[in-house]
């Protein structure tokens, strides 16, 4: 089976642009959480979907958006880039389903803000 | 809310030593702990998780231990090589039955691993 997948892996934007984060999940599962990654903070939950819908949400602010589509792909977006939103955001698959803990990681895409 | 608790941040061993991570955690809600393996460029890879009906659980050279009335869990590698050299993270969720924490891991801070050939 095919992992996680991300695109892009890279990407720089400029202060006050906006930038969408896309996430292929493993085939088969319905489950997709959103991490933001910094050496300051760590690992930090963003928000879950799960059969298109919100299950959810960490506490990040309302700039940080995201949906999930039929199927089961999901995408990210932060509008009004701040300089802090410099990070690897990485998404994570799971069944989602009662007793599907487990969540398997794709290689994050690196946002630089400037 | 959660909160995950790591030590050490670093550690570093002699190829074929022991190494022992102490995560420790705050929601007594908390039922699925998880670990996972990091490695430069890449996102965390699950080594090994533990679920609170169990207190042990082994991996060929890998182990984690769940002590739930003292709230801690711990990871364990035996006979290290050099390949485990990474920054290796615990987690805590409260899985299925936490309701709304369902789907939503919080991670200790990370502890570096380094093994010496």
């Known amino acids: 089976k095919a992992g996680v997948t991300q695109t892009p892996r890279y990407l720089i934007k400029t202060r006050g642009q906006q930038v969408t984060l896309s996430c292929s999940p493993i085939?088969?599962?319905?489950?997709v959480s959103w991490y933001q990654q910094t050496p300051g903070q760590g690992l930090q939950f963003l928000f879950e979907y799960f059969s298109e819908t919100q299950r959810n949400k960490g506490n990040f602010p309302g700039r940080f958006s995201g949906r999930q589509f039929s199927n089961s792909r999901s995408e990210m977006n932060v509008s009004t880039l701040e300089l802090g939103d410099s990070a690897l955001y990485l998404c994570?698959?799971?069944?989602?389903?009662?007793?599907?803990?487990?969540?398997?990681f794709g290689p994050g895409t690196r946002l630089t803000v400037t | 809310g959660e909160n995950v608790e790591q030590h050490p941040s670093t550690l570093s061993v002699q190829e074929g030593d022991s190494a022992v991570i102490k995560c420790t955690y705050s929601d007594s809600a908390s039922n699925y702990f998880p670990w996972y393996k990091q490695e430069l460029g890449k996102g965390p890879q699950l080594i090994i998780d533990i679920r609170s009906n169990v207190g042990e659980k082994k991996d060929q050279r890998i182990a984690v231990t769940l002590n739930k009335t003292a709230k801690h869990f711990s990871l364990h590698i035996t006979e290290t090589q050099p390949e485990d050299s990474a920054v290796y993270f615990c987690a805590a969720s409260g899985g299925w039955a936490g309701g709304t924490s369902y789907g939503k891991l919080t991670f200790g801070q990370g502890t570096i691993l380094t093994v010496h050939p």
């Open positions: 085939s088969g599962h319905r489950s």
């Open positions: 994570a698959s799971s069944t989602g389903d009662r007793g599907g803990y487990e969540q398997y």
